[in-house]
């Protein structure tokens, strides 16, 4: 590592403005609701020193916690960071790929693990055709789990103490059969591309969008019944926009972004039209500055997006949180919950209460350090923040997925020195 103090690496960032005070342009569907995608990107590195250096302070003060409610659970047998986690019919978790967090080289996996919540066990199954890390994993109609693109080799063999420089996307994609735990090759993107978004449609196909690196600005729908991907209707988000999707209930996708240089974006695909339609996330005139970050621009990827319980959709940027109203396309600031400085990469999970859980990922106390995050915060539509302690481990690229029983797994990631972890822990509400 470059720096002194233990970081984060990224392998690529994009420049956005943060926080989203005010949403203007054409609003989505009267009707629209967002389901949130859990983000798998890359690892971060600390950003130049801005030549103003405002003061983040939060405007909503979370709680403090009564009990602590994270406990450990059993460990992966293989420590991986930015990997995915997908909850299966059964109520099993899969976990898939992932890379290790070295200085220069990265080890990418191709093995996968079935967590079992009523043994509290990981158990491997088949693994993958190719190694990756920061793909995509879309539970299909059918039960199976379509793996698409990331970044890796395709041939697991070689893909030990990958130097940095050499990681390419892929192309590739494959499906896991649950019913044989094992995987296999199905047809290839267009567009080799990681960092992107998958979404099932109601139709039961798989729109892929987005992407870094090797990703365009471009779109593919991936058909289960063939096998085949499919190019989709011409983005305008932008070529090396980092993208989170939501599926809205009329069928339609919106897929939100942060591009180089400007705020916020986003675009609405219409499955029937195949086409995309801009919609616009611009700072509403007389915002507070304390809602804008007062001004800050800093080096990040997107946050997450996730539809509450009353329809609104609650957005996270850097630490930022802001609803938006999809029937009138209104915003409204919602607080500054970071407990230290920006807070980017966060897993944000929907409890089965309504409270969204936001934990992990990288904090930057300062303008050019990074550190893993073990924060938790949880936000309340009702009543705001509500600081909940701290995770067992500091980790950052972790995966979050809500169980059966309204407990969420957190598992892998790497720590504050770059390691990656093979253990796992539960949050319970």
């Given at each position: 590592?470059?720096?002194?103090?233990?970081?984060?690496?990224?392998?690529?960032?994009?420049?956005?403005?943060?926080?989203?005070a005010g949403c203007a342009g054409?609003?989505?569907?009267?009707?629209?609701?967002?389901?949130?995608?859990?983000?798998?990107?890359?690892?971060?590195?600390?950003?130049?020193?801005?030549?103003?250096?405002?003061?983040?302070?939060?405007?909503?003060?979370?709680?403090?916690?009564?009990?602590?409610?994270?406990?450990?659970?059993?460990?992966?047998?293989?420590?991986?960071?930015?990997?995915?986690?997908?909850?299966?019919?059964?109520?099993?978790?899969?976990?898939?790929?992932?890379?290790?967090?070295?200085?220069?080289?990265?080890?990418?996996?191709?093995?996968?693990?079935?967590?079992?919540?009523?043994?509290?066990?990981?158990?491997?199954?088949?693994?993958?055709?190719?190694?990756?890390?920061?793909?995509?994993?879309?539970?299909?109609?059918?039960?199976?789990?379509?793996?698409?693109?990331?970044?890796?080799?395709?041939?697991?063999?070689?893909?030990?103490?990958?130097?940095?420089?050499?990681?390419?996307?892929?192309?590739?994609?494959?499906?896991?059969?649950?019913?044989?735990?094992?995987?296999?090759?199905?047809?290839?993107?267009?567009?080799?591309?990681?960092?992107?978004?998958?979404?099932?449609?109601?139709?039961?196909?798989?729109?892929?969008?987005?992407?870094?690196?090797?990703?365009?600005?471009?779109?593919?729908?991936?058909?289960?019944?063939?096998?085949?991907?499919?190019?989709?209707?011409?983005?305008?988000?932008?070529?090396?926009?980092?993208?989170?999707?939501?599926?809205?209930?009329?069928?339609?996708?919106?897929?939100?972004?942060?591009?180089?240089?400007?705020?916020?974006?986003?675009?609405?695909?219409?499955?029937?039209?195949?086409?995309?339609?801009?919609?616009?996330?611009?700072?509403?005139?007389?915002?507070?500055?304390?809602?804008?970050?007062?001004?800050?621009?800093?080096?990040?990827?997107?946050?997450?997006?996730?539809?509450?319980?009353?329809?609104?959709?609650?957005?996270?940027?850097?630490?930022?949180?802001?609803?938006?109203?999809?029937?009138?396309?209104?915003?409204?600031?919602?607080?500054?919950?970071?407990?230290?400085?920006?807070?980017?990469?966060?897993?944000?999970t929907l409890l089965n209460d309504?409270?969204?859980?936001?934990?992990?990922?990288?904090?930057?106390?300062?303008?050019?350090?990074?550190?893993?995050?073990?924060?938790?915060?949880?936000?309340?539509?009702?009543?705001?923040?509500?600081?909940?302690?701290?995770?067992?481990?500091?980790?950052?690229?972790?995966?979050?997925?809500?169980?059966?029983?309204?407990?969420?797994?957190?598992?892998?990631?790497?720590?504050?020195?770059?390691k990656p972890l093979a253990s796992?822990?539960?949050?319970?509400?």
């Open positions: 590592m470059t720096e002194q103090r233990p970081s984060l690496r990224l392998a690529l960032v994009v420049v956005a403005v943060i926080g989203l054409p609003a989505a569907s009267p009707s629209a609701q967002l389901t949130a995608v859990p983000s798998v990107l890359g690892t971060w590195t600390a950003s130049p020193r801005p030549s103003t250096t405002p003061t983040l302070a939060p405007t909503s003060t979370p709680t403090a916690p009564p009990t602590l409610k994270f406990v450990a659970t059993g460990s992966m047998h293989t420590a991986r960071s930015s990997a995915t986690a997908t909850l299966l019919p059964n109520g099993k978790v899969l976990i898939v790929g992932g890379m290790s967090a070295l200085p220069l080289t990265q080890d990418f996996y191709a093995s996968a693990e079935l967590y079992d919540p009523a043994t509290g066990k990981f158990t491997k199954t088949g693994s993958m055709t190719a190694a990756r890390a920061q793909h995509t994993a879309t539970l299909l109609a059918d039960g199976r789990v379509l793996i698409a693109g990331g970044n890796g080799c395709p041939d697991p063999r070689q893909c030990s103490g990958v130097f940095i420089g050499d990681v390419k996307a892929l192309a590739s994609a494959e499906l896991y059969d649950p019913k044989t735990g094992k995987f296999s090759p199905t047809g290839s993107m267009a567009t080799a591309r990681w960092g992107a978004t998958a979404t099932l449609l109601p139709d039961g196909r798989v729109l892929v969008a987005q992407g870094i690196l090797g990703g365009l600005p471009s779109a593919e729908l991936y058909d289960p019944k063939s096998g085949v991907f499919a190019r989709a209707g011409k983005e305008i988000i932008g070529s090396g926009a980092a993208a989170s999707a939501s599926l809205l209930p009329s069928g339609k996708v919106l897929l939100t972004a942060s591009v180089v240089g400007i705020p916020p974006v986003g675009a609405l695909y219409d499955e029937a039209s195949g086409k995309f339609k801009k919609i616009s996330f611009a700072l509403a005139p007389g915002a507070s500055p304390s809602a804008q970050g007062k001004g800050q621009t800093v080096e990040l990827g997107y946050g997450p997006a996730i539809v509450l319980k009353d329809g609104r959709v609650l957005l996270f940027e850097g630490g930022h949180l802001e609803t938006y109203e999809p029937a009138t396309g209104a915003c409204a600031d919602a607080g500054f919950i970071s407990p230290d400085g920006l807070w980017l990469e966060v897993t944000a309504g409270r969204v859980l936001f934990l992990g990922g990288a904090l930057f106390p300062s303008d050019s350090t990074s550190v893993a995050a073990a924060s938790a915060v949880l936000y309340d539509p009702a009543g705001g923040p509500q600081t909940i302690g701290s995770m067992r481990s500091a980790r950052a690229n972790q995966t979050a997925t809500l169980l059966p029983n309204g407990t969420v797994l957190i598992a892998g990631g790497q720590d504050a020195n770059g796992a822990e539960l949050f319970k509400p």
